[in-house]
């Protein structure tokens, strides 16, 4: 998923039921849910909780991710939409992974990026996307060697 559960959802089902081609017009709770809530800042943090993000918008708690993994069968979440310094994080003892791809988001922000691959038995095991170092500045350098030695180092 995008953001996360939010308030309102408690079944896959809500979301495998929302009407497509979605439009934002719609803006039923269930989408905002969906699309812009976040975990809370850390395992301790329980509960529903405004979201910084904007008005009407909430962060959820570790008891909210175990309660919709009980309620959908589920042993595991992943969701975006928030930069992580590296590339992925893990909430609610491991139950919710945000994973974030892009490396040095925005040009500013220096984060690692981050995959997630399924091993034997479906363990999820994180690999690391590391940021390219600044270009050096000398016209010696090769910008195209450069990439090619540094790109997803793990």
């Known amino acids: 998923m995008h953001g996360g559960i939010g308030r309102s959802i408690n079944h896959v ?3 495998e039921n929302l009407q497509r081609p979605i439009t934002m017009e ?3 709770i269930v989408l905002m849910d969906l699309l ?3 975990p809370t800042e850390n395992d301790s943090v329980e509960g529903l909780r405004p979201n910084a993000r904007g008005p009407g918008l909430v962060t959820f ?3 909210r991710v175990m309660e919709f993994c009980n309620n959908n069968d589920l ?3 992943v969701r ?3 930069c992580v310094m590296d590339g992925f994080e893990r909430f609610a003892q491991g ?3 945000t994973l974030f791809s892009a490396t040095n988001y925005c040009g500013t922000a220096n ?4 995959i997630l691959v399924l091993g034997r038995d479906l363990v999820v095991v994180p690999k690391l996307i590391h940021p390219l170092p600044p270009a050096m500045s000398s016209p010696e350098a090769s910008s195209e060697r450069h990439i090619e030695d540094t790109w997803m180092q793990v």
């Open 111 to 114: 984060n690692a990026g981050a």
């Open 75 to 77: 042993q595991l979440i």
């Open 36 to 38: 812009w809530s976040d």
């Open 61 to 63: 708690g570790p008891d």
């Open 13 to 15: 089902e809500q979301i």
């Open 80 to 82: 975006a939409h928030e």
């Open 26 to 28: 719609a803006g039923s």
């Open 95 to 97: 139950h919710l992974i």
